[in-house]
């Protein structure tokens, strides 16, 4: 079965330093690969996404992820981050299966708290 | 502003009795999904309808069902809820479906609570 692993259930960061939040997925086909977020009494909002080409995607907030096809990784960064980046992150994965093409399987989530 | 809106934000069930989740949306899209999350916890696709083609996750258990009477709106309903199944219920939606894939949008969510 496919599943999606978030390397960090909580991460704690003071403001200005960088952030790599690591996502592995299980599937050896080919994926659409995305990370959601959540900010605190609000509903999930996509960060970025990968489809097809360059493989470093950028997305809202200065927010940018690798795709690396080898590592079935898609880990996201952020040079330098701000209290607002507080939030919950998700790491999801569009597994391109025939006749499933909706299926969106979420990682566990990383819970980022960032101190002022 | 185009949008999913999910009603009521929380619900609290006893257990055993039926209750009915809703979701709606302003954005025309095709497809719409349910997931569940629990606490700390990924959420789970429990299945979406493509247009009117409802298609269930194979571990969805059959307590758990739904409806979508038109293309705005989609109902989870739960026949007999358990302790269990206090969750928070997502309701997304995107354009397109099977074989191909595009952005879900993600309503509020309802926070149920059952007693």
């Known amino acids: 079965a496919q599943s999606v692993s978030q390397h960090n259930h909580h991460v704690i960061l003071s403001e200005a330093a960088s952030l790599e939040l690591g996502c592995n997925y299980s599937?050896?086909?080919?994926?659409?690969l995305f990370w959601y977020v959540q900010y605190p009494g609000q509903h999930l909002q996509l960060l970025l996404k990968y489809f097809s080409g360059d493989p470093l995607v950028k997305g809202i907030k200065g927010f940018e992820a690798e795709f690396i096809k080898s590592k079935f990784s898609f880990n996201l960064r952020k040079p330098s981050v701000q209290w607002s980046d507080t939030a919950e992150y998700f790491c999801?994965?569009?597994?391109?299966?025939?006749?499933?093409?909706?299926?969106?399987?979420f990682g566990q989530g990383t819970e980022l708290s960032v101190k002022p | 502003d185009a949008m999913v809106i999910q009603n009521p934000r929380y619900q609290v069930t006893q257990f055993g009795k039926p209750v009915t989740l809703s979701c709606s949306q302003t954005?025309?899209?095709?497809?719409m999904y349910w997931y569940q999350q629990k606490s700390s916890q990924a959420p789970k696709l429990l299945f979406h309808?493509?247009?009117?083609?409802?298609?269930n996750e194979a571990d969805t258990p059959d307590n758990f069902q739904s409806r979508r009477p038109n293309t705005s709106f989609c109902f989870l309903d739960i026949r007999s809820p358990g302790l269990g199944d206090a969750a928070m219920y997502l309701c997304?939606?995107?354009?397109?479906?099977?074989?191909?894939?595009?952005?879900?949008?993600f309503g509020p969510g309802t926070r149920l609570t059952v007693l």
């Open positions: 999801a994965v569009n597994p391109l299966i025939y006749n499933q093409g909706g299926k969106l399987i």
């Open positions: 954005l025309n899209h095709n497809v």
């Open positions: 309808y493509y247009d009117k083609d409802f298609n």
């Open positions: 599937y050896g086909g080919t994926v659409n």
């Open positions: 997304a939606t995107s354009r397109g479906g099977q074989g191909t894939y595009n952005e879900q949008f």
